[in-house]
């Protein structure tokens, strides 16, 4: 009996410290939280005063803030395109709104479910192309998620309004702002999934990003963004401060009040996620990132749009990530760095090397390292979307200057033609862009600028050679021609 019980005892302890190495060697979580139109200056923790984010504030204290993150190309599906692939958008056909990332190569989700992830995507898409009232196909399409709850792209946020395709292709609405149902999806899933294979999510929120257009005071259009009642009753908007250089008038106050109650409404949803990712005990063995699409212009430097500028509040986003079992010391980094770099450091950060080569930067070992001097610029552009009066535009960031060069180089009202020094002029209210004294960094800087351009085969196409060389189905519903490929055959 004595040595049965002492066999059994042994069997125990080996088991035991069986389970205890499997938990030990099991690969990190990826949990991607994305907002949209979310600029970095719309957080506590990158000092704005007035705004209320704390559960992103708690979480950027106990991360690595990053200072210098940029959007390459401040669109939407680009954006997406860049997340997906690691590469340029003229490489993988997301180039433009509303155009298909092309699935030619191995793709974020698809490299995680190879790896044995239960890979989910929920919340916006935006990379299907073509119309956007559809669900997203099997196959191909939808790039190695096996989850897929989203509507691919829609403005309504508003209970009632929004929803999302069900797993059966069906319209299904939410009875509740669309990015707390959203919240509840991702944290259904967590609940569900096999607790002895790792997950990547990617949750993607709409909001704070503008959603129709309303009449103002002075009788000119803008941009709306008010919300629920819960959230704007947050903040008075007779105290609202706008940016420095900005007016401050009732209709610039009224964007700002709804855009900051929907930040802070995305604020208390990540709060939701952090407290389920503790509630599991799987906080140390996930590796978490908070990012945005690109920024909001809020009418600053007289933009007429909310995005598609070189300005920081166009594309300098909020990058907060956090991983306990590799990054034990919080704080910040000054490192430049750009949504082409997602995917390659997101790998790099879970161990994981497929062997293909990016156009984005693995900065893994510069984050763990504390090395902010790795990256010396950021290429940076924008192409014309189906509309006349837009420019294209092309540039580069470096920790001294944000500079970019339009179509139209002469043309002292184009607001693409900047040079900003970020060092003297960190709020960009001075553009040295045509001052005699600063020409030899401009020329500098458009050198640099036609330097990346060469590498990614960019001969600064514009809007009338893309809408004259597109391929018969349009770029819209191009799925099988990469960009670059084809223009630098014409």
């Not at 990190?28 to 007035?50: A, E, F, K, R």
């Not at 073509?130 to 989850?147: N, Q, V």
């Not at 709409?206 to 704007?232: A, C, N, Q, S, V």
């Not at 045509?434 to 960019?458: A, C, G, R, V």
Request: net charge negative; aromatic share 12%; hydrophobic share 35%.
């Amino acid at each position: 009996m004595y040595v049965r019980n002492i066999f059994l005892l042994l069997m125990l302890t080996l088991l035991s410290c069986g389970k205890e190495i499997s938990k030990k060697d099991k690969k990190p979580n990826l949990l991607i939280v994305l907002s949209d139109q979310h600029s970095y200056d719309m957080l506590g923790v990158y000092g704005n005063t007035q705004i209320l984010t704390p559960n992103l504030d708690m979480f950027a204290s106990e991360g690595i803030r990053f200072d210098n993150a940029y959007v390459n190309q401040p669109v939407c599906t680009p954006f997406r395109g860049m997340l997906m692939s690691g590469m340029h958008p003229l490489k993988n056909g997301a180039f433009i709104n509303d155009t298909p990332l092309i699935p030619n190569k191995q793709l974020l989700g698809e490299v995680l479910k190879e790896q044995g992830y239960q890979t989910a995507y929920i919340g916006k898409w935006h990379l299907l192309g073509g119309d956007r009232d559809r669900p997203i196909p099997r196959g191909d399409l939808r790039y190695g998620f096996e989850t897929v709850l989203t509507n691919n792209c829609h403005v309504d946020f508003r209970p009632g309004k929004a929803f999302y395709w069900s797993s059966n292709d069906e319209k299904e609405y939410f009875d509740e702002w669309e990015v707390y149902g959203q919240t509840k999806q991702a944290l259904q899933y967590l609940d569900t999934i096999d607790s002895n294979r790792p997950f990547a999510l990617i949750i993607s929120w709409h909001p704070p990003h503008d959603w129709g257009l309303f009449e103002g005071e002075d009788g000119k259009m803008h941009f709306r963004y008010d919300t629920i009642d819960e959230l704007m009753a947050l903040y008075n908007r007779d105290s609202i401060q706008v940016r420095p250089g900005s007016e401050s008038t009732p209709d610039h106050t009224r964007m700002y009040h709804g855009h900051m109650a929907m930040v802070s409404g995305v604020d208390k949803a990540f709060g939701m996620l952090m407290n389920k990712i503790k509630e599991k005990g799987i906080e140390d063995n996930t590796l978490t990132i908070f990012t945005a699409d690109h920024g909001d212009m809020l009418e600053s430097h007289g933009a007429l749009k909310p995005k598609q500028y070189v300005h920081d509040y166009s594309s300098k986003v909020p990058f907060i990530i956090k991983y306990p079992k590799k990054i034990k010391t919080p704080g910040a980094t000054k490192l430049l760095f750009s949504a082409l770099d997602i995917m390659p450091t997101t790998l790099g950060l879970l161990d994981i090397n497929t062997k293909e080569d990016y156009d984005g930067n693995d900065l893994s070992n510069a984050i763990l390292n504390g090395n902010d001097e790795a990256v010396p610029f950021i290429p940076m552009w924008v192409y014309s979307r189906y509309n006349q009066n837009e420019t294209a535009w092309r540039g580069v960031i470096t920790k001294e200057f944000a500079f970019s060069i339009s179509q139209f180089e002469n043309d002292t009202t184009n607001i693409d033609n900047v040079l900003y020094d970020r060092v003297k002029d960190p709020l960009q209210l001075n553009n040295l862009f045509f001052k005699p004294e600063y020409k030899t960094q401009k020329e500098s800087l458009k050198n640099l600028t036609y330097s990346w351009m060469d590498k990614y085969t960019d001969h600064f196409f514009d809007l009338d050679f893309f809408m004259k060389d597109q391929p018969k189905e349009s770029w819209q519903y191009n799925y099988s021609i990469l960009p670059y490929q084809h223009l630098q055959d014409e």
